[in-house]
Structures are given as C-alpha cells and as structure tokens.
C-alpha cells in the first residue's frame, strides 16, 4: 500500500545572532498564531544564544527552540511515495506482481523497517533472460513455499518454510536408467505420475519432487518421502509449463541491488539531491532515516512538487540578517520594529513595523486585539524582551507604549523589573569561558550600505571595569573577525547601562575616520567615547549609514 508523507508548519524565527527580543518574540508569537489560525507554527532560532537569553529562558522554565539554520528546500519538505518493503525472501514473481499492482518500477528490500537493497523491473527482466545453470535455485537458497507458491501448487510432505540449499533441478521423463545417469543425491525433481520415475527419485534420495498435472502419489511413496525428509510438491500444471517458471520463485535477494545504495536523508537538501540525481539514471531513490529504516521513494517528478518552507520574520527585515537561504522560503509574515531593508518576497505578505524600543511591545499589542490572554510564562518573556532591548527604559529607543507595556506584562507574570534587570544584565556581561571572536557576534548584525558591508556588535554591562576587561580580549581580534565574515568595517560597542555611554571600537578600512565625521569627534581622538549613544538601532547605525552615504 502507498501512502504519501506531506506535514506543514510555519517556523517562527528571529534574525542570526539571536538577543532576547528575537528568542522571546518568536516564542510568544508562535503560541498567539497556534491559538488564533489552528495551524501549527513553531518557534526557531537563527544562530546560538547569549548569556543574557540562556538566564531568561531557563529563569521562566522555557525550552531554548530547535536552531534553523537554512531554509532551503529539505527533502522533508518533498511529497514521498512510501511503500511497505518487501522480505528478502519472497520471490521474483510476487515482487512481479506488487509492482503490475502498483504500477511501479522500484520495490524496497526490507528486514524490520531496514532497508536492505531495491529490487526494479529491470532486475527483474534480468532473472527471466538471463540464461542461468541448473543449480540456481540452491545457491539462492530458495524456500520451498516459495516454489509451491510460483508453480500454483502446494507442499504436501515437509516443510514449507525449509530452503531448497544443495542440489540442482531436473526432469524425470526418461527411463530409470537415464535418470540414474543425471539425477543426484538432494536435487529438485519434476515428475508426472509415473509410479516408476517417484520411486527412482525415492532410491536417489532427492530433495524434492514436484509432481506436475495434480498426479496423485502413492500412499507407500508418501511415506517413503517422509522418512527420508523428501519434500513432495504437487502442483496442477504440466511438466512444461512447471520448468518455465520455476525460477520466478527464487528470492528477491537474490537479484536485487544491494551494494553502493545512493540514499538520501530527511534533512538533505533539494539543490543537493538534484545533483545527485542529474549523473544516475535511475528513477526512484529511496529515503532512509539514521537507522537506516526505509522512509519512502523520492524522484525527479516529486522534486517538481517540493513544498517551499513558509516562515514568519520576527525582529529583522534585513536579508543579510535572515537564516541562510531565505529566498527560496515563502515569508507569510514580517513583525519588526526596525529600519526597512532588503528582505523581498514573491506575493504581498502582512507586514507590521512600529516605532517602538522591542519586538515583544508589538506581539502583545497583537495578542490584545486578538483577545487572547496572556498567560504568565509568555509575560515574563515578554517583559524580558522589552527590559532586554530598551536597556531597562534608558535606551532612546524607548517609548511610553514600551514601558506601560512591561510594566503591564510584569504585574501579570509576578516579577519585580527592577530585580529581573538586574539579574538579566549582570548575566549578558558573564562572558567567562567565551572566546574574544564569541564575545564579538553574541549580539551582532549585518548591514550593507551601498555596496559596503557592515557589522556591529554589541555587549552591555553595569560594570566599567567589566568593560576594559572585555576591550582588552575583543580588541586584538577585532580585525581577524573582520576578514573571516568578510566584512568592509566592523564596530564593536561597549556599552556602560549606568552612565548611558558607548565606548565604540572599529576596524577595517576608514572605519574610524568615518565615525570622527559621523559623530564629530576631533580628529585627535584616542578612545572614541559617545555619551549618551547607547542604542545601535536608533544612534549608532543611522548616523553612520548616513556618513557612508555621503
């Protein structure tokens, strides 16, 4: 039987370099959507969390979401034909049979969900043209119900469920004499109701005896054969028609492939399996998990029908910034509160952007005119958000719906935000046991001006001297990092919560020059120290987008 394997869901994910707005939005957003539509949409994250997010989540008690790292198509996302394998012991005629049935070319050899090899038509065509020896029965160890079952008889002394393994097969239809000559100790024979040729094959001690036209056998013969363990076959046909096609009994794994398998797994990716399938010839290829259990047939067609992953952006609309291979996803949704950018879609999609210091400002906007209550858990995230990316209302970012919305969201959750603040910030500045290239993109994001590319990332801390500790690890890697992204310039800010100040380090060509002019420091300036620029959305990226625009 076939069935077709097809699940959909929306992923719901914030931008590369996660912070606690793109973690705790996705999370809240995906529980609002699964509420109001029915459908099922889960939270991802793009990239590996910071200090600051691993303390919110695991304060509240909330799974860290699965990462999403490409949104290229997947093979899981391919329509599969599954088909139920086949034993390796059943015979060539009834994997024959399956296939006219099914009107398919490729059968899976299976043994407890594993695939073990394929066995197609053209294998098939093979076991029937191919001229083999009279021993071929033997060597491929056929079951003797398998024989029975080919030839439309029955086994009526024996066991059916035994192995034809020593032997070759003949035909009685001459004298004793002759069949002395060439009939051996364990081979098959196929007889008429000649009472002398069934008990020539008794005194020779075969293995079996197939005796053809439903002839009756002796009740003498009968026990004769089952004291020597003779297998007796009795079938309708002639004598003709039972050695034309008693080699369709022989097993499947017997013909089948089963050496040099191309499979694919679930998590594959279409453009790579398209390569693949672009240099074999084949027309079905089979999917296996990491068990190796056969999953389905993917092919060429199939591919022709792949499903593109749909996806709502929460907290970014800029491509440089999205999970690799957003061009190919359909984007259903975009909630952002910054600056629009290059993220383009093939249809017209809901896009809400709002002036605000935090993402989660706008999803529990969404979650009060949807008239679903937000239950404590999704609050305290929430609130983490909002405390997280206004820097605890100081940032300029910030604004009145900002601050009544956490304040809001905290009377709601149970929590104290001064103490939440607190206790978030000091762990977002633990940095112990990070590397100084970690430490630059925690919290860092791409942007491109022009044909420059940027980054700018970010670290917060109540400490000053926790800060000088951090410039005097980051500063010496700043560059190599720059060159391993591939970036044009790269700022850095060290950013003082208590005196709502930035020191700014920067690397790569005229990247300092260009922060004097934007900023309009002397030139003469040592540490480039920006008092009151605490925000990279709002402060640090306009202006300096605006110098490199001039």
């Given at each position: 039987?076939?069935?077709?394997?097809?699940?959909?869901?929306?992923?719901?994910?914030?931008?590369?370099?996660?912070?606690?707005?793109?973690?705790?939005?996705?999370?809240?957003?995906?529980?609002?959507?699964?509420?109001?539509?029915?459908?099922?949409?889960?939270?991802?994250?793009?990239?590996?969390?910071?200090?600051?997010?691993?303390?919110?989540?695991?304060?509240?008690?909330?799974?860290?979401?699965?990462?999403?790292?490409?949104?290229?198509?997947?093979?899981?996302?391919?329509?599969?034909?599954?088909?139920?394998?086949?034993?390796?012991?059943?015979?060539?005629?009834?994997?024959?049979?399956?296939?006219?049935?099914?009107?398919?070319?490729?059968?899976?050899?299976?043994?407890?969900?594993?695939?073990?090899?394929?066995?197609?038509?053209?294998?098939?065509?093979?076991?029937?043209?191919?001229?083999?020896?009279?021993?071929?029965?033997?060597?491929?160890?056929?079951?003797?119900?398998?024989?029975?079952?080919?030839?439309?008889?029955?086994?009526?002394?024996?066991?059916?469920?035994?192995?034809?393994?020593?032997?070759?097969?003949?035909?009685?239809?001459?004298?004793?004499?002759?069949?002395?000559?060439?009939?051996?100790?364990?081979?098959?024979?196929?007889?008429?109701?000649?009472?002398?040729?069934?008990?020539?094959?008794?005194?020779?001690?075969?293995?079996?005896?197939?005796?053809?036209?439903?002839?009756?056998?002796?009740?003498?013969?009968?026990?004769?054969?089952?004291?020597?363990?003779?297998?007796?076959?009795?079938?309708?046909?002639?004598?003709?028609?039972?050695?034309?096609?008693?080699?369709?009994?022989?097993?499947?794994?017997?013909?089948?492939?089963?050496?040099?398998?191309?499979?694919?797994?679930?998590?594959?990716?279409?453009?790579?399996?398209?390569?693949?399938?672009?240099?074999?010839?084949?027309?079905?290829?089979?999917?296996?998990?990491?068990?190796?259990?056969?999953?389905?047939?993917?092919?060429?067609?199939?591919?022709?029908?792949?499903?593109?992953?749909?996806?709502?952006?929460?907290?970014?609309?800029?491509?440089?910034?999205?999970?690799?291979?957003?061009?190919?996803?359909?984007?259903?949704?975009?909630?952002?509160?910054?600056?629009?950018?290059?993220?383009?879609?093939?249809?017209?999609?809901?896009?809400?952007?709002?002036?605000?210091?935090?993402?989660?400002?706008?999803?529990?906007?969404?979650?009060?005119?949807?008239?679903?209550?937000?239950?404590?858990?999704?609050?305290?995230?929430?609130?983490?958000?909002?405390?997280s990316d206004t820097l605890m209302f100081r940032s300029p970012t910030c604004t009145a719906l900002d601050e009544a919305s956490a304040r809001k969201l905290a009377?709601?959750?149970?929590?104290?935000?001064?103490?939440?603040?607190?206790?978030?910030?000091?762990?977002?500045?633990?940095?112990?046991?990070?590397?100084?290239?970690?430490?630059?993109?925690?919290?860092?994001?791409?942007?491109?001006?022009?044909?420059?590319?940027?980054?700018?990332?970010?670290?917060?801390?109540?400490?000053?001297?926790?800060?000088?500790?951090?410039?005097?690890?980051?500063?010496?890697?700043?560059?190599?990092?720059?060159?391993?992204?591939?970036?044009?310039?790269?700022?850095?800010?060290?950013?003082?919560?208590?005196?709502?100040?930035?020191?700014?380090?920067?690397?790569?060509?005229?990247?300092?020059?260009?922060?004097?002019?934007?900023?309009?420091?002397?030139?003469?300036?040592?540490?480039?120290?920006?008092?009151?620029?605490?925000?990279?959305?709002?402060?640090?990226?306009?202006?300096?987008?605006?110098?490199?625009?001039?």
């Amino acid at each position: 039987m076939e069935n077709r394997v097809n699940k959909t869901r929306v992923y719901v994910v914030g931008h590369k370099n996660p912070d606690t707005d793109s973690i705790c939005s996705a999370i809240a957003y995906a529980n609002l959507k699964n509420q109001v539509t029915g459908k099922e949409h889960t939270p991802r994250r793009a990239g590996q969390l910071n200090e600051e997010t691993q303390y919110v989540l695991e304060r509240f008690k909330v799974k860290v979401p699965a990462l999403l790292s490409d949104l290229r198509v997947q093979v899981k996302d391919v329509e599969l034909r599954k088909i139920e394998g086949l034993s390796g012991s059943v015979s060539i005629k009834t994997a024959w049979a399956r296939m006219k049935e099914m009107n398919i070319k490729t059968l899976p050899v299976t043994r407890e969900g594993k695939l073990e090899g394929l066995i197609t038509i053209g294998d098939i065509a093979t076991s029937y043209m191919d001229v083999y020896d009279s021993t071929i029965l033997s060597t491929a160890r056929t079951q003797y119900r398998n024989i029975a079952s080919t030839i439309g008889g029955k086994v009526v002394i024996g066991n059916d469920h035994s192995y034809l393994l020593k032997g070759k097969v003949g035909i009685a239809a001459s004298s004793r004499d002759l069949m002395s000559e060439f009939i051996e100790k364990d081979d098959l024979v196929i007889l008429g109701n000649r009472r002398e040729a069934q008990q020539c094959a008794i005194d020779l001690n075969v293995g079996c005896m197939v005796i053809c036209q439903g002839a009756g056998v002796p009740d003498d013969i009968m026990e004769q054969a089952r004291k020597k363990e003779i297998v007796i076959i009795t079938t309708p046909h002639d004598t003709f028609t039972v050695a034309r096609q008693i080699n369709q009994s022989i097993p499947v794994r017997h013909f089948m492939t089963k050496d040099s398998l191309i499979t694919f797994k679930m998590r594959d990716y279409v453009d790579d399996v398209k390569d693949v399938m672009a240099h074999k010839r084949f027309r079905d290829f089979p999917i296996v998990d990491n068990k190796g259990n056969f999953l389905g047939f993917i092919s060429r067609r199939r591919l022709l029908n792949s499903r593109k992953k749909q996806v709502i952006l929460v907290d970014h609309n800029e491509k440089n910034q999205a999970v690799d291979g957003i061009e190919e996803a359909d984007v259903l949704e975009i909630i952002d509160h910054h600056r629009l950018s290059s993220i383009e879609t093939m249809g017209p999609v809901f896009f809400r952007n709002q002036p605000v210091g935090c993402t989660a400002t706008i999803v529990y906007q969404m979650y009060q005119e949807e008239g679903v209550e937000v239950d404590s858990v999704t609050a305290s995230l929430l609130c983490s958000a909002i405390i997280s990316d206004t820097l605890m209302f100081r940032s300029p970012t910030c604004t009145a719906l900002d601050e009544a919305s956490a304040r809001k969201l905290a009377q709601i959750a149970g929590i104290n935000i001064e103490e939440l603040a607190l206790e978030m910030f000091h762990a977002g500045s633990n940095l112990k046991g990070k590397s100084p290239e970690e430490i630059i993109f925690l919290d860092f994001k791409q942007f491109t001006v022009n044909e420059t590319v940027i980054g700018v990332g970010q670290v917060n801390s109540m400490s000053a001297e926790e800060l000088q500790d951090i410039k005097a690890d980051v500063l010496p890697h700043l560059d190599r990092a720059r060159k391993s992204h591939k970036l044009d310039m790269v700022f850095f800010m060290l950013t003082n919560i208590i005196t709502e100040s930035s020191e700014l380090l920067c690397c790569g060509s005229d990247a300092r020059d260009k922060i004097i002019s934007a900023f309009d420091l002397r030139e003469d300036t040592e540490d480039i120290l920006l008092k009151g620029v605490v925000s990279r959305k709002k402060q640090l990226v306009p202006t300096l987008v605006g110098a490199l625009q001039q």
